[in-house]
């Protein structure tokens, strides 16, 4: 490609990333009032179709991992990128766990009532829209979605292109969970692109993503921590 077809490239690429960025901020407004029985219950629609679209799952993860080993990944890569039918179960499991959680919000963490009478709170309430890059644990992305949905925020998430088929067919999973709640499905974004660029594009979204959570190795976290325009 010449540099004016990389520029384009990168241009569409940012274009895309602002899209995403500003569908999830607008999600992250209905999840943010979203009562914590709702978000119970997509928790655990989500969960019941994980395991109704195991098989599907499955599959999408095997041919993940025939590319992985085309491309000579590692054995204990390979492990982690790999899904058995224990492996899906566990992340039905999970969603149902945090399903089970107290819901964070609202929380009153101190108070206080000042001479003239006036009475403080300082309450949790939602971050907003939460960036989370990651690597081949397929698992990651049903996690992160669940954690970032019962805390009231959008997701974006950018997991490793070797597990993009596998987290994929999760989304789907979550995106059904979300839906059959009345909620948004844009409240969690899985990017669906190998390319590289991407992260570089989510990490260039200050205004649009509040914070960035890295989950990886010392290289990913030193991008991150160099290249991030947001906390």
Same mark, same amino acid.
């Given at each position: @490609? ?15 990333? %602002? ?7 607008? &999600? ?5 009032? =979203? ?5 119970? &219950? ?16 499955? #599959?999408?993860?095997?041919? #993940? @991992? ?32 945090? &399903? ?12 206080? =009532? ?20 990651? %690597? ?55 990017? &669906? ?39």
């Amino acid at each position: @490609m010449n540099d004016t077809g990389t520029a384009a490239a990168e241009e569409s690429l940012g274009a895309t990333m %602002e899209r995403l960025g500003r569908e999830a901020v607008a &999600a992250a407004a209905v999840l943010a009032r =979203t009562a914590t029985r709702v978000k119970d &219950a997509a928790l655990a629609a989500a969960a019941a179709r994980l395991r109704a679209d195991a098989a599907a799952v499955l #599959d999408a993860n095997a041919r #993940d @991992m025939d590319a992985a080993r085309a491309k000579g990944l590692s054995p204990a890569m390979l492990d982690r990128l790999r899904l058995d039918a224990a492996r899906v179960e566990q992340m039905a499991l999970g969603l149902e766990a945090i &399903a089970a959680l107290p819901d964070p919000i609202g929380t009153v963490l101190a108070e206080w =009532t000042r001479p003239n009478g006036l009475r403080i709170q300082r309450v949790r309430v939602p971050l907003g829209v939460v960036g989370i890059i990651y %690597e081949a644990r397929p698992n990651v992305t049903a996690d992160a979605a669940a954690l970032c949905l019962k805390s009231g925020n959008a997701a974006i998430l950018r997991g490793g292109s070797e597990a993009l088929r596998s987290n994929q067919i999760i989304a789907t999973c979550v995106h059904a969970g979300l839906e059959s709640a009345g909620l948004p499905a844009v409240g969690v974004q899985v990017l &669906a692109t190998r390319d590289r660029a991407a992260v570089g594009a989510l990490l260039a979204q200050a205004g649009l993503v509040d914070v960035i959570v890295p989950r990886g190795g010392k290289g990913l976290i030193e991008r991150v921590s160099r290249e991030a325009r947001m906390p």
